[in-house]
């Protein structure tokens, strides 16, 4: 593999991202799913690196699920859109940072046609008035989160108190960059480094020390891919996605995989229990899968945060060889409890994946 | 007095030309902006239909233009600078400052290959052993096509029409000549490894011309060779430097999923980079719909420009074989003759 042709191909998809003056929105199921991704994010972007990054509680969904499976239309959603970026104008914002990849897409795709149908984006507006009183202006810079991280790598690289080497070693870790679909894949040139190599991860991971892995189904959906999990009878699809992604990266052995999106880690976190527990097969060292991490999860561990404040006792696969492999100090105890110390109970241990 | 011809370009076309030219008595001058004349035929190995040695052919034309005496003038490393009407004919000024009164300019600029890079998921330039049909064409000449490692392909596929008839890249037109030369690369690998399993994955197959229909038969019945109706999708590498590729299997109606060693991209024809900077300093017409020069008809004026004095021959008004190539430049220097003398 030439590290240089994927050079001259980033060089063609580079988009501007401003450094600072943010109105962040949140994704509806990241909360959940990897609940303090967001507040590290928040924390990192003020505390860390100075940034004013605005967020509101009047933020709704932007009604990308429903979007993508088919249950709501597009002028529905133009409409809730528009409010968004109205709660964007009131707060006297122009730049408009998504945790979201699907949003982002949404976002990304309606204002494209905003733009080709100067009619369609007349009658958002109208809608909008005549529903909620609101005006809008659209965003000067839409980047999705990852964006400003990629942007603000080497800023957080030198204020990194661990790095992606193996500490026993010396190399650097194998890591798996794993991009949402709707990052780049339906508009190449708003997404760093393009839909067949994007360099938003892998700029991150080389920044930080590590080394990308690229294997043959690296561009394959993580196993979301709304239709195959929302629709009950679909799961099966949903697992054997997954599952195709650990058996082609399997032979490059990689150490860990970093995400930007809200299912993918997800995903590719839980799916590896169901397939240890149901076919017996894990991916990761001694009886382990491969750890799962958001980028501001990576983020967080190479600035020093601690694990547990990461929220990283929550993922399905154990985070702890890779802690170890870097050189992370982690309270074993201390995993299971709460901020306020109190102890949140333990988790049943599935029987084929090892887990601490 | 003997009338002056410049021609621009000194690939096949522009030399078949110039040979035409200076037969009939008129004085050629072949600008040509590298340092030797030839074109895509001194890289190519072998020629489609009967595998005729490229370099034979070439070193014919060149040893004609040799033996023309002074009727051809070769001017190398030089492009035409600009090109003024005059009460007769044309003062044409090269790069390098040598000025010429020509009665008449032949455009024989020729094509560019796509960029294969262009197709990003193909993967060229970034992984080891995807080539263009030009780099096979390069290792056929050394006798050997082998991995980046070193080992004997055991499974090559060719990836027909990359860069023609795709919307993607603003290529819509058929580049005529891949489906045949795809088949006669794929046989040639046959004939020097037996072993290896070759596939081609074709759009269709237009086997247009003599004896085209017969290779493709050949191809499969002598050589075995397999075609796969479907486009490739995207390609990646596996663990230990193979190529895993993903394409569909349109008449079966089935995905299909294919690890080889060697990956052929079939590269078309594009117009090459001087046409936009000839077309403003020759007033010439440039088709908006695939980029290449236009000619007055396609019927009887085939080979002029809508410039008066100025010719067309040769790639540059589209794709064509080098049979069709070499038909079109002894056309051009009859249309010039007839021009010259009326």
């Not at chain 1, 924390?43 to 967020?55: Q, S, W």
């Not at chain 1, 599952?243 to 995400?259: Q, V």
């Not at chain 2, 040979?19 to 190995?45: F, P």
């Not at chain 2, 088709?287 to 020069?293: A, K, L, P, V």
Request: proline share 4%.
């Amino acid at each position: 593999m030439k590290l240089e042709g994927k050079k001259l191909i980033w060089k063609d998809y580079q988009k501007e991202i401003p450094d600072d003056k943010y109105f962040y929105v949140r994704s509806c199921i990241r909360q959940n799913f990897f609940p303090s991704s967001e507040y590290h994010f928040l924390k990192i972007m003020r505390e860390d690196l100075g940034k004013d990054v605005y967020e509101t509680e009047h933020h709704t969904t932007c009604g990308g699920i429903g979007y993508h499976c088919d249950v709501i239309q597009l002028d529905t959603i133009m409409s809730i859109v528009a409010r968004q970026f109205a709660l964007m104008t009131e707060a006297g914002y122009k730049n408009y940072a998504v945790s979201c990849i699907t949003s982002f897409g949404l976002y990304t795709e309606i204002i494209h046609t905003w733009q080709t149908f100067p009619e369609i984006l007349e009658k958002t507006r109208r809608q909008l008035k005549e529903a909620t009183g609101r005006e809008f202006e659209i965003p000067e810079h839409v980047a999705h989160a990852s964006d400003i991280i990629f942007k603000l790598r080497h800023e957080i690289a030198a204020k990194a108190k661990y790095k992606l080497i193996n500490q026993k070693t010396g190399k650097p870790l194998k890591v798996v960059e794993h991009i949402g679909c709707h990052y780049a894949k339906m508009f190449p040139h708003k997404g760093v480094g393009g839909a067949e190599y994007p360099y938003v991860l892998a700029g991150m991971v080389e920044a930080w020390g590590g080394e990308v892995v690229d294997y043959p189904e690296r561009r394959h959906c993580c196993g979301f891919g709304f239709r195959q999990y929302f629709v009950k009878s679909n799961r099966g699809y949903s697992l054997s996605n997954t599952h195709k992604k650990f058996e082609s990266m399997e032979p490059f052995k990689p150490d860990m995989i970093i995400t930007n999106c809200p299912g993918c880690p997800y995903f590719l976190d839980r799916w590896q229990y169901v397939i240890a527990e149901s076919e017996g097969k894990t991916y990761g060292e001694n009886g382990h899968g491969i750890p799962v991490f958001t980028y501001e999860e990576v983020a967080g561990l190479v600035m020093g945060y601690d694990p547990w404040d990461l929220g990283l006792q929550v993922h399905q696969i154990a985070v702890e060889p890779l802690l170890d492999k870097m050189g992370i100090p982690y309270a074993p105890e201390a995993k299971y409890k709460g901020l306020d110390g109190k102890d949140l109970g333990k988790p049943e241990f599935p029987q084929n994946i090892c887990c601490c | 007095m003997e009338d002056v011809i410049v021609v621009i370009g000194g690939g096949p076309a522009g030399m078949e030309a110039a040979l035409s030219l200076a037969g009939r008595g008129h004085k050629v001058y072949i600008v040509e902006k590298t340092n030797a004349l030839g074109g895509h035929l001194a890289r190519w190995d072998r020629l489609f239909p009967q595998q005729d040695p490229a370099q034979d052919i070439l070193n014919d034309m060149l040893n004609g233009i040799k033996n023309a005496d002074d009727k051809i003038e070769v001017i190398c490393n030089a492009q035409v600078q600009s090109v003024k009407k005059r009460m007769r004919g044309l003062e044409v000024m090269l790069s390098n400052q040598k000025m010429i009164q020509a009665d008449a300019v032949l455009v024989c600029c020729g094509f560019e290959l796509f960029r294969a890079e262009r197709k990003e998921e193909y993967g060229y330039g970034i992984y080891d052993n995807v080539l263009t049909s030009a780099d096979l064409e390069e290792r056929f000449r050394q006798k050997k096509v082998l991995c980046a490692d070193g080992r004997v392909p055991e499974k090559v596929a060719f990836v027909h029409c990359v860069g023609s008839r795709d919307e993607k890249v603003d290529h819509t037109y058929c580049s005529k000549v891949c489906c045949v030369t795809a088949v006669k690369q794929a046989s040639e690998i046959k004939e020097l490894y037996p072993q290896t399993e070759v596939f081609n994955l074709y759009m269709d197959l237009r086997m247009f011309d003599r004896y085209f229909e017969q290779m493709y038969h050949k191809a499969q019945s002598h050589y075995g060779v397999h075609f796969v109706r479907g486009r490739l999708s995207e390609v990646s590498e596996t663990a230990d430097g193979r190529l895993q590729i993903k394409t569909e299997d349109t008449l079966l109606g089935r995905p299909m999923k294919l690890t080889v060693d060697m990956l052929v991209l079939m590269v078309g024809m594009q117009a090459c980079a001087q046409t936009e900077e000839l077309s403003e300093k020759l007033d010439l017409k440039v088709s908006s719909s695939d980029h290449f020069f236009e000619t007055k008809d396609l019927f009887l004026k085939g080979n002029y420009a809508h410039t008066k004095g100025i010719f067309l021959a040769g790639a540059c008004t589209g794709p064509k074989s080098l049979p069709d190539t070499l038909q079109d430049a002894r056309s051009a220097a009859e249309s010039i003759h007839r021009y010259l003398t009326a």
